[in-house]
């Protein structure tokens, strides 16, 4: 089976850093993604991990160990605009995309 | 960068009725779509898997009589949900994958949100 964890909500200040977890427990693994969802829109590609390690892209960075089952993404210089739903979501057999329960995150003054 | 669009973004119907959902792949072969379903404050469930030219895959739970996935060609997919109820009220997603690129990021379309009255 798959099981995906993520913390439900966070809440953070513009500027400051976050960091939101992602564990899982999937039958095959092909990779692990991010993808940030504002309401009531599509999800939009954010980073995407098979190797362990860290990825950077800009202001987010995404680190993933196999072996633990575990990623996490990193936000860094937060802005207003990052309010917005992070889901983790792993690629199994058959290209499948199984995704967390996503975060909810709050950005503050 | 490839575009996946959704058609329609909004649909409001009648209960009893049935509502064909569109996604096509506007300049890519898509190999696989799958269709999700998002519940207020919650994360996409996957429903089914589509191929093209073969029946789709449907997960657990999905009746694939209620959500007939029609997979013609490697641009098109549609979800017709028939007889729809007030509970399947929900926002519908299709994500694709690109030919020969399968180990890459899936490309989401806009979203189609259902309200059945």
């Known amino acids: 089976g798959q099981n995906i964890d993520q913390p439900t909500e966070m809440t953070a200040t513009e500027g400051a850093i976050v960091q939101i977890n992602c564990t899982y427990q999937t039958s095959g693994f092909n990779g692990l993604f991010w993808y940030q969802q504002h309401a009531g829109e599509a999800p939009t590609f954010l980073s995407y991990?098979?190797?362990?390690g860290l990825e950077e892209k800009g202001r987010f960075s995404s680190f993933l160990s196999r072996s633990k089952g575990y990623s996490y993404l990193l936000l860094k210089e937060l802005q207003m605009k990052d309010s917005a739903s992070y889901l983790c979501a792993v690629r199994g057999s058959a290209s499948k995309l199984t995704f967390g329960t996503g975060t909810r995150l709050q950005v503050t003054l | 960068g490839a575009v996946v669009s959704q058609h329609p973004s909004r649909v409001i119907c009648k209960s009893g009725t049935s509502v064909k959902i569109e996604c096509r792949s506007l300049?890519?072969?898509?190999?696989?779509m799958f269709w999700y379903r998002q519940f207020p404050k919650q994360s996409l469930m996957l429903m089914a898997t589509s191929n093209e030219g073969s029946k789709a895959t449907y997960e657990q739970g999905v009746e694939k009589d209620k959500f007939l996935i029609n997979h013609a060609s490697l641009t098109l997919s549609t979800l017709t949900v028939t007889s729809a109820h007030p509970e399947d009220s929900s926002f519908y997603i299709c994500?694709?994958?690109?030919?020969?690129?399968?180990?890459?990021?899936?490309?989401f379309g806009q979203g189609t949100r259902l309200t059945v009255v």
């Open positions: 300049d890519f072969q898509a190999t696989t």
């Open positions: 994500s694709a994958i690109l030919r020969g690129l399968e180990f890459t990021e899936a490309f």
């Open positions: 991990n098979v190797l362990d």
